[in-house]
Structure formats: C-alpha cells, structure tokens
C-alpha cells in the first residue's frame, strides 16, 4: 500500500474523528459512557462488505489490523485464495490459527465445511462474529482453542486491546511483561479421537512458533488417506522448518507447490503421495 499522508480524504476523516473524540470527551462521564457504549455497538454492526469470486462476504471492521486483513483478503496470501478455490466439492477444512477468519469465511462461501481455531479471545470474538454476519453458522465451527502437541493450557502474548494482532506462545511467564492470555490447547489427533471431530480434507496451519508442535500432535490423523492437503506457513531455513517437512513427509505429504511472500517465509502446500 501506498503513503496516504497526503491524501486528502483520508486527512477530512481524521479531522472529522478527532472532532468527533473532542466532543465526546465533553460529555459528563455517564452521558458518555452511554454514548461510547451505543457508538461502539453501532460501528460493529455496521460491517464492510468485500467482493470476493464466490461472492460477497461481511465483516466487522474492529481495529486498523482487522480491517487491514479483511481489505486485503484476496491481495495478501493470494496463493492460500487459489488453494481455496481449488477444494473438491463439500470439502473439510480446519483452519489452524484462524485469526478473525477471513479464510475461513471464503472457504465457507466457497460450501465447504470448516472447523477454525482461534486461542486469542479478542480475535476468536471478531471471528464468531463475522460468521454471524454471513450467516454461516451451519457450515463453521468456531472453536476458542489452541492447538498444540497435546492438551495443556496455553500462555499467549496477546493483547485483549490488539485485535487481529499477530502473537506468540509465551515461554516464560515469570519474567515477560508483555500483556498475556491463556486458552485451552488440544492436539489435533485428540479432536479426531475423542472429541469426534470429523478428520479434514485440508488443514491451513498459521501458527508462529507452534507449527512443529501441532503437526507433532497429528501424526495419527495426518497419515489417514481422507487428509488431502496441508497448507502451512513456514520459514523453510529456520531450526524447525526442516523438522517439520520431514515429518509431513513421514506421514505421506510432500511439497505440492510454494508461494514465496517475503521475510523469509513461504506458503507450501502439501499434498498426498499417490499410492
């Protein structure tokens, strides 16, 4: 994206928003708790509407990270938009680290049948809620959850006031002072095993510093034929990266095709051997 600094619309919203604020924060503190309250909840049912090949798909535009995600929804990862699109008909699709969803929402436009995980409450409500703003309840489950090697709780570095923000798992609670969140974590082999999950047809894995973990956890349900594809986001020279590629391979997916999207990190589809 370009600088906007200049652009001259963009400085008149700012300029009506921060006149906006000004008058509010001279209210008496009730009359603007109850307008702050009203003016929030008016601006989250008030979605933004992007045309997709499938169709158009709502979304709450909650923080400039949301948005930004949800804008540029068929711009950012386009090869995760290609692999969508390439699903056989009534697919399974879990959808690991799902953030505010917008994958999700395409595959589910798309008819096809998804399971998303998200252990970051904020993001996880944003998620919930864009569902209900399509209507796609009856094709997705949303569950707050991590997924992981097996079940533990979780400690995250997110922040409740950063939605659709990127976080990491936190490895040492005592001594961190980053703002921090725990969830339930589940291994993907449990969901299939315990839970009666259905196994997917696709797995999107995009989960920073716990990919080796989560695949660990599904070594079970990764080597049964229903599992078609692994889509994973991952640096392939990081300590891990060829860890995880072996162990892909062991339960017979193979590299299928990489989309390289700057920073070191590539988008790789892996797909079932031929028998």
């Not at 996880?124 to 079940?151: H, M, P, Q, S, T």
């Not at 229903?226 to 062991?250: A, F, K, M």
Request: glycine letters at 8%; one cysteine or more.
């Amino acid at each position: 994206m370009g600088d906007h600094r200049d652009n001259p619309e963009e400085q008149y919203s700012k300029k009506q928003f921060g006149l906006l604020l000004y008058r509010l924060r001279q209210l008496p503190a009730v009359s603007r708790a109850k307008v702050q309250g009203t003016l929030a909840e008016t601006l989250l049912n008030d979605t933004g509407t992007v045309e997709t090949p499938a169709g158009p798909l709502s979304f709450v535009l909650f923080g400039k990270v949301a948005t930004g995600r949800v804008l540029s929804l068929l711009t950012k990862q386009p090869a995760t938009i290609t692999w969508i699109d390439s699903f056989q008909a009534d697919s399974i699709m879990w959808d690991v680290g799902a953030n505010v969803g917008v994958f999700t929402m395409y595959a589910a436009l798309r008819g096809h049948r998804v399971v998303a995980f998200e252990p970051a409450a904020i993001n996880y409500f944003l998620l919930a809620a864009n569902c209900e703003a399509n209507k796609l309840n009856r094709r997705v489950d949303c569950l707050l959850a991590g997924i992981g090697g097996k079940r533990a709780i979780g400690r995250f570095e997110v922040s409740q006031f950063s939605p659709a923000a990127s976080f990491s798992i936190q490895r040492d609670s005592t001594e961190s002072t980053a703002p921090q969140q725990t969830a339930f974590v589940v291994s993907m082999d449990e969901l299939v095993d315990e839970y009666g999950l259905p196994c997917p047809n696709y797995i999107k894995i995009d989960a920073p510093g716990m990919s080796e973990s989560i695949i660990v956890g599904a070594s079970r349900m990764l080597q049964r034929p229903e599992v078609r594809q692994v889509h994973i986001e991952l640096r392939e020279d990081s300590r891990g990266g060829p860890r995880i590629i072996e162990l892909l391979e062991r339960c017979g997916l193979t590299i299928a095709s990489r989309h390289e999207h700057g920073g070191g990190t590539a988008d790789l589809t892996f797909a079932r051997k031929a028998p």
